[in-house]
């Protein structure tokens, strides 16, 4: 992970106001980097940060009054705005003076726009608007500006907006890059001191999701002597430069809003039509920091941070509870440790279960405290796999952070193997099962021995970190009978029955019939003449199986004339048969004919 020194100047929301007017040539700077801590200085709790409130040259003639931050990088001391050097053009600055601030400015209603003076406070149309600076965990200054209505009957609108003539150390030409989320939008603006890894950077937060930053409704950056009226700095926003050497161009317009780019740069940011009730106040806040800050990749925990860096501890674990193997109960998750960032930035944790229904908020992470979150999840029954609590860390910028999470095998995803089908033989069945690593003896006592289906159950255990039910089945079938078939021999018809002899081995009682193969017809003895299939159904049990048997075919072939078969036979079925055993429907002609088994003479 890159990190880089960071000067960091966070806008919470200012509502700050001064005025300025144009200045002549920009005086020549001068080194910015200092060895001792300058004059006027204090530092600000236990931070990195030094700051001071009183008057100095700003943008534009005339001193203004806003808070000139100076931040601790190593053993050196780098100015986070620009000043002149000393007895310019007949103005005497101090040699330790460093920066003239971030300027504010403010318009109520539709009057004029003021500039604040940071150390006395500022009044106009009724509104009077204080400053205060305090530390901000180890590495941030929060400035925070209170704006009070003193209009006993009348609401007011205020126009709030901050500006700074940018010069990290003696770099007048910090270049300037947009800090966007994940999704496009822009949450701050970064200026490095030199186009290196590891290199003092000044950063300008104003978007939203950032711990005590109102979101701001509209920014720029570009050439330094843009927008820098009062005025102009409330939100009324121009591509203009205003000329202030003849050696600059009269118009610089292809700065404003250009990134990376290396020109003498400025910027400023706004907060538009918001209200103040009539006798009320309103507190609006930005921070400044100085520290070792990656704005690249998320800030995450480290349990042994370095100086300066965040500090974060997270733990978690699921209750084992008398509901464990039942997914769609409640288990209950804790989860706890210790939240640090370097300018009291909020966190956020986050869950998901299975990987469905998107993620849920824990709850917030503040700055310096410790955090403890409870809550039930229940999981999807239809899931077979694994079953997840994932968790990701979230900085509130679109940027997030996998976490470990929770984890449990589901039980049915474990394979059952030894618990083969069987067939009942009247002895108790034993099976060696096994699934996973465990294996298992059951039938021992006789449970598994007539016919059926049965279930093999396990559950999941909390502490081998399984879940869940599994259910397998296996079968003991009933046993298959045993038929011996013996056919009768082919015969020619002598009117009597031709039977099979059956023996059923193993089953129950039989029952045995003849299927004609030429007509379908079925005979319980077979009597006709024809070939016959022999079908033996034998009779279903408690512990066998019923079924139909069939076996081969014999025959009870005609003799004589086909009359003498006829007659034999007695068939006829309402038919008609001439003398050599044809069917007709009817005598059609002289001669002799066979019906109901009785001769018939036509003439």
């Known amino acids: 992970m890159k990190k880089f020194t960071v000067l960091l100047f966070a806008a919470l929301a200012t509502m700050c106001g001064m005025q300025m007017s144009a200045a002549p040539g920009k005086a020549p700077a001068r080194s910015s980097i200092y060895s001792n801590l300058p004059d006027g200085y204090q530092r600000l709790g236990n931070t990195s940060l030094y700051y001071s409130v009183t008057s100095r040259q700003a943008a534009g003639m005339g001193n203004k009054t806003g808070y000139s931050l100076v931040g601790k990088i190593g053993n050196s001391y780098y100015s986070s705005t620009y000043e002149a050097g000393d007895d310019y053009e007949g103005m005497f600055y101090s040699e330790y003076h460093p920066g003239a601030g971030f300027i504010a400015a403010f318009q109520v209603n539709d009057g004029e726009a003021n500039y604040l003076n940071a150390a006395s406070g500022t009044t106009a149309n009724g509104v009077r608007m204080t400053s205060r600076i305090e530390a901000q965990g180890e590495v941030a200054a929060r400035i925070t500006y209170t704006l009070t209505n003193n209009n006993p009957n009348e609401a007011v609108t205020v126009n709030v907006g901050v500006y700074g003539d940018i010069m990290i150390g003696d770099n007048d030409n910090a270049p300037l890059e947009c800090l966007n989320t994940k999704s496009g939008l822009t949450y701050g603006i970064k200026m490095k001191y030199a186009d290196t890894e590891n290199t003092p950077l000044l950063c300008a937060l104003f978007g939203e999701h950032l711990t005590g930053v109102t979101p701001a409704d509209d920014y720029w950056f570009g050439f330094f002597s843009s927008n820098w009226h ?5 939100g009324n926003y121009s591509s203009t430069i205003y000329p202030t050497n003849t050696n600059w161009p009269a118009s610089n317009s292809q700065y404003y809003m250009k990134e990376n780019g290396s020109y003498d740069s400025g910027l400023g940011f706004c907060w538009k039509n918001r209200e103040i009730p009539a006798g009320e106040s309103i507190e609006l806040s930005y921070l400044i920091s100085v520290g070792e800050i990656d704005f690249e990749e998320p800030i995450i925990p480290d349990p042994d941070p370095e100086p300066g860096e965040d ?3 997270y733990d ?7 509901a464990w193997n039942d997914l769609s109960a409640d288990h209950p998750i804790h989860v706890w440790g210790h939240y640090e960032h370097p300018y009291g930035q909020a966190g956020y944790l986050e869950y998901q279960v299975d990987d469905e229904n998107g993620w849920h908020s824990m709850g917030e992470l503040v700055s310096a405290e410790d955090y403890e979150f409870n809550f039930n999840i229940s999981f999807n029954e239809g899931r077979t796999t694994d079953h997840k609590i994932a968790v990701r860390f979230n900085d509130g910028l679109d940027n997030y952070t996998e976490l470990d999470g929770l984890s449990w095998t589901d039980v049915r995803s474990i394979p059952v193997n030894g618990l083969d ?23 021992e006592n006789g449970d598994y021995v007539v016919p059926g289906t049965y279930y093999f159950t396990f559950e999941g255990d909390f502490d081998e970190n399984t879940i869940g039910v599994s259910v397998t089945p296996f079968i003991i079938d009933k046993a298959q009978p045993i038929v011996n078939i013996q056919l009768p021999e082919d015969a020619d018809y002598d009117g009597q029955a031709h039977n099979a002899v059956v023996t059923v081995v ?7 019939t003849y299927e004609h193969q030429g007509t379908g017809d079925i005979y319980t003895d077979a009597v006709e003449v024809g070939v016959y299939m022999v079908i033996v159904t034998v009779e279903e049990t408690d512990y066998y199986y019923g079924g139909t048997f069939t076996d081969g075919t014999f025959e009870i072939r005609s003799k004589g004339t086909a009359v ?26 002289r001669g002799i004919y066979i019906h109901n088994g009785k001769k018939y003479i036509v003439k």
């Open 230 to 234: 009062a005025n102009e700095i409330v």
């Open 311 to 313: 500090i974060f501890t």
């Open 316 to 322: 978690i674990e699921a209750f084992d509870c008398d």
């Open 421 to 443: 089908t069987r067939v009942y033989n009247g002895e108790p069945q034993i099976y060696d099962v096994t699934y996973g690593e465990h294996s298992e003896t059951i039938g």
């Open 506 to 512: 193993q089953g129950g009682d039989a029952t045995v």
């Open 564 to 589: 003498d078969e006829i007659m034999a036979a007695g068939q006829d079925n309402g038919a008609w048969y001439t003398i050599d055993g044809r069917r007709v429907a009817a005598p059609t002609q």
